[in-house]
């Protein structure tokens, strides 16, 4: 669904979509289950600047590899946002200049329309975890075998080596006069 200027300046934009999966194309690692539903509002709050905020609510089911296991699993996503965005000709930053606090919470558009779908998919990909596990009490896979430890248990040693102290444990037993 496209929102442009013109329908803004006119009046609130309410949407109430049901996005069925494969319309949106997430990152590879992610794959919508559900059909994506949104409800919201767009409007131009400012009709001088042309700046516009978008607020709504968004349900949908997204699928995953699991960070410890690399079983498939599902995560749900429900998210309540209010985004506000500005012309790209309004933004004076650039480089590596650092960003103020206002400028962190406001996105930029290009040209005179706005996609909602796009934005729907920055909401739900915001939304996801950091790690995505399956479970709690996921147990993951041996680092030694690589058998998934939550469906097969295995006699692998799991002893953590540190390396950087290595040298130093040949000096001691160099020096060690029981040698």
């Known amino acids: 669904m496209i929102i442009t200027l013109q329908e803004l300046d006119l009046r609130t934009v309410r ?9 949106i194309e997430y990152d590879y690692q992610f794959r919508q289950k559900s059909n994506l539903v949104a409800q919201g509002a767009a409007e131009l709050v400012n009709q001088s600047l ?8 968004l349900a949908v089911t997204i699928e995953a590899a699991c960070d410890r296991c690399l079983e498939t699993a599902e995560f749900p996503v429900a998210k309540k946002f209010e985004l506000f965005y500005q012309p790209a000709s309004d933004y004076q930053g650039g480089g590596e200049e650092e960003l103020e606090e206002v400028d962190s919470e406001v996105a930029y558009y290009d040209g005179d329309q706005l996609d909602l779908n796009e934005i729907l998919r920055e909401v739900v990909l915001l939304a996801l975890p950091m790690q995505l596990v399956c479970r709690e009490d996921c147990k993951g896979i041996c680092p030694g075998c690589g058998k998934n430890r ?30």
């Open 50 to 57: 042309g700046e516009v905020r978008i607020r709504g609510s």
């Open 15 to 23: 949407f109430d979509v049901a996005i069925p999966p494969g319309e």
């Open 150 to 179: 939550n469906q097969h248990s295995c006699d692998c040693q799991t002893e953590a080596a540190d390396d950087r102290w290595s040298k130093l444990r040949e000096i001691r037993v160099a020096s060690d006069p029981r040698n």
